[in-house]
């Protein structure tokens, strides 16, 4: 079996988060969950009842990461999750940075 480069394996989305999303933890909790899956990149507000997130991990990692922001923690209401493919930005670890 060949090797693949890591590079190949990566991929990097940008998630648009709407809904309840203020107020209930999520950009800590959404941290957590990079955390446990893998994932690096960052998590901030950006308007209203809107998270941003730029996520790189392997696509398995990334998927799990995907469901769980779709759900969120206890007592968040995500309405929609708008997923956009992007360059690999090789991000080392995930945060939380100050948004809007």
């Known amino acids: 079996m060949a090797h693949e480069n890591r590079q190949e394996q990566m991929k990097h989305y940008n998630l648009t988060i709407t809904g309840k999303v203020h107020r209930v933890g999520f950009r800590f909790s959404a941290m957590e969950a990079a ?51 992007a360059p690999l930005k090789n991000f080392t670890r995930f945060e939380i940075i100050n948004g809007v």
Do not use: H
């Open 35 to 85: 955390y446990r899956f893998s994932i690096y990149g960052f998590v901030m507000n950006s308007g209203k009842n809107t998270v941003s997130v730029e996520a790189e991990g392997t696509i398995e990692n990334l998927d799990r990461f995907l469901a769980w922001c779709r759900k969120g923690p206890l007592g968040a209401k995500v309405e929609n999750v708008e997923v956009q493919e």
